[in-house]
């Protein structure tokens, strides 16, 4: 956790931007039968019927500093698919960068060695040297500020059946576009005295 919030203390660098990366997903709901649209001041309602469509997975992608946000849909949420994201970090997004400071969650898939799973091993330690890597804790997430753009994201785009993968990547790319004529960066607070304070009892007892 610490070390998580060394690196928000850290000042906007571009050859260094601070990155953090998120992954949720999406049931692919599609309708049974065609739609009537509301009336004029009345909400739109779904039939109780509707078929499975599959399941949709987005990354999010958040350079908190500036208020960038980008949202990327796959149809998995492999090690292979983590690693296609972080090489377009490196060849896309950040390619003058010297290198990309990441956080993110600590899941099976979010490791170094699954670069050398898709890739062959010259590329694979190419987009590993770029990388500086620092997992959120156990259970800490919620220090993950992709996990809050995830949030928005969901509360304004994705409280509503969605049906296919081409409809969600719509919505992500049109939600992205917005938020890129208003970017808002994120001022983070929360610091690592206020979580020796706060959050006292996670802390090992010293006996003096």
């Known amino acids: 956790m610490e070390d998580v919030l060394d690196v928000y203390k850290r000042p906007y660098d571009p050859w260094r931007p601070l990155v953090c990366v998120d992954e949720t997903s999406k049931q692919l709901i599609g309708e049974t039968r065609e739609e009537i649209p509301p009336a004029p001041g009345q909400l739109l ?123 969600m990547k719509q919505i992500a790319a049109k939600w992205c576009k917005e938020r890129r004529r208003h970017p808002t960066p994120v001022n983070w607070r929360f610091t690592t005295d206020d979580a020796r304070i706060k959050l006292k009892r996670l802390y090992p007892s010293v006996q003096n």
């Open 45 to 167: 309602r779904y039939d109780y019927e509707y078929k499975r469509n599959g399941v949709a997975n987005l990354f999010m992608v958040a350079e908190p500093l500036v208020g960038r946000c980008e949202v990327k849909v796959t149809e998995r949420r492999t090690k292979m698919d983590w690693a296609q994201l972080m090489k377009e970090f490196v060849d896309v997004y950040y390619r003058d960068a010297e290198k990309i400071v990441l956080v993110m969650d600590n899941l099976n898939t979010h490791v170094k060695s699954a670069l050398c799973e898709t890739f062959p091993p010259r590329e694979a330690k190419r987009i590993a040297d770029k990388l500086e890597i620092h997992y959120t804790p156990k259970h800490g997430s919620w220090l993950n500020m992709a996990e809050i753009e995830l949030s928005v994201l969901t509360r304004q785009r994705l409280d509503r059946r969605i049906s296919d993968m081409e409809m």
